[in-house]
């Protein structure tokens, strides 16, 4: 992949045309036409930014002195682009991220990518200042298996998760970015919340700690004996709690909640953070999301890794009986300081006190992982020493999902 066409395009804040008396003109070509629209080349050797200068004018009469609108910005089909023969997987990704026919690129490394599209939402605008995006003012298009950002402009970014399952006839989710917020790394859309969303799609019964899953490196027979024993669906015979660890902007939650709404008597979600993403990013992403009565309750709390007490773990059990329990986390192993906080978390949960113990059905974690830093990947051989079983169950390009039991 060596370069790749994008359009930026002039909307009006509630996504419908805007007015025709308004359009776009680079600021480096004032003679050319003005249009709604602009495209314009991404070349990756030129580094992870591009700036773009605009101009907003007026196609008839006055330009107003200030106003609002909206922007999109989107990927044109480039001649390059490679369409990969696709699988499930690929298929479930394009529809999750709603982008039905973004062609699946394959780069140098034969890792495939899809490049999301974005809305800014609602910008206001002055005459008196520049028409120009500012790549310091907020959020991002990014690819799903990419940490750099392809532009950045506006304060919220809304991506909608649509029909998860597409058998069923599930309501979108609409995750909100804010990465001037706080400077947190729980305030954006990262790619292993749309991975390890792509993978609940698939593999519903994975929600389920007592639900086998496969791994895959498994072999032939392991394989046929799994198709037997595998449930496509949670059984309404099992009390499931499900805890987000590091939730951000709350997707896997969100997920899972939604591909578990059919049974809310018998599934619990619970997304948690440190208090600023809570409160923050967190909080407005599950309320967002929870606005009518057939949502499943996502419910939050500050849970700071470490060793738990037994009165701790009690309190993110909840008061269901013996509960299977699934942890599910995304992109937490970033930075190997923290990892064996996190480790002491998830054997809190996966070893527990004699205690706790009794009062836990099934247990198990599911982490997407994607390497971004040296030793990064040195998290599972120490979950391994610690005793935990660990075992990769999915992989798309660059997002692996991994179990711990």
Not at 27 to 55: C, M, V, W, Y
Not at 91 to 119: A, C, G, M, N
Not at 364 to 381: C, N, S
Request: hydrophobic share 35%; net charge negative; glycine share 4%.
């Amino acid at each position: 992949m060596s370069r790749l066409s994008v359009r930026l395009e002039l909307v009006s804040p509630s996504n419908v045309p805007p007015t025709k008396d308004l359009a776009l003109r680079l600021a480096s070509q004032d003679r050319s036409e003005a249009k709604s629209f602009i495209d314009f080349t991404f070349t990756p050797s030129r580094g992870p930014f591009h700036n773009l200068s605009i101009k907003l004018v007026s196609t008839s009469a006055k330009l107003p002195s200030s106003g609002s609108i909206s922007f999109r910005l989107s990927v044109v089909t480039s001649t390059e682009a490679s369409n990969l023969n696709e699988d499930l997987e690929s298929q479930r990704i394009r529809t999750i991220v709603k982008e039905p026919d973004q062609p699946i690129l394959e780069t140098w490394h034969d890792k495939r990518y899809i490049f999301l599209s974005v809305d800014s939402g609602t910008v206001e605008w002055d005459k008196r200042s520049h028409a120009s995006i500012s790549k310091d003012k907020g959020s991002s298009i990014f690819p799903t298996q990419s940490t750099s950002p392809l532009t950045q402009f506006s304060d919220t970014v809304q991506i909608a998760l649509r029909h998860i399952h597409p058998n069923s006839t599930l309501d979108p989710i609409t995750i909100v970015e804010r990465l001037a917020l706080n400077n947190s790394t729980g305030s954006r859309l990262w790619d292993c919340a749309i991975g390890l969303s792509a993978y609940f799609s698939l593999h519903p019964e994975s929600l389920d700690a007592s639900s086998p899953l496969m791994l895959l490196d498994a072999s032939n027979s392991e394989r046929d004996s799994h198709r037997t024993k595998r449930r496509r669906t949670i059984t309404a015979s099992s009390r499931n709690r499900i805890v987000e660890l590091g939730a951000g902007c709350a997707l896997a939650s969100l997920a899972a909640g939604r591909l578990t709404q059919a049974q809310l008597e018998e599934v619990s979600v619970l997304a948690t953070d440190i208090e600023a993403t809570v409160e923050t990013t967190l909080a407005e992403n599950v309320a967002h999301n929870s606005r009518r009565p057939s949502d499943t309750p996502i419910e939050t709390v500050v849970l700071n890794w470490g060793k738990l007490s037994d009165d701790r773990v009690k309190e993110i059990l909840d008061s269901s009986p013996n509960p299977n329990l699934t942890l599910i986390a995304t992109d937490v192993l970033y930075d190997p300081d923290t990892h064996q906080l996190l480790l002491d978390t998830l054997l809190s949960f996966l070893r527990p006190s004699n205690e706790i113990a009794p009062l836990l059905g099934s247990t198990r974690a599911l982490i997407a992982y994607k390497r971004r830093t040296d030793g990064d990947d040195g998290f599972f051989e120490m979950a391994r020493k610690a005793g935990l079983e660990v075992g990769k169950v999915w992989e798309w390009s660059e997002v692996s999902v991994w179990s711990f039991t």
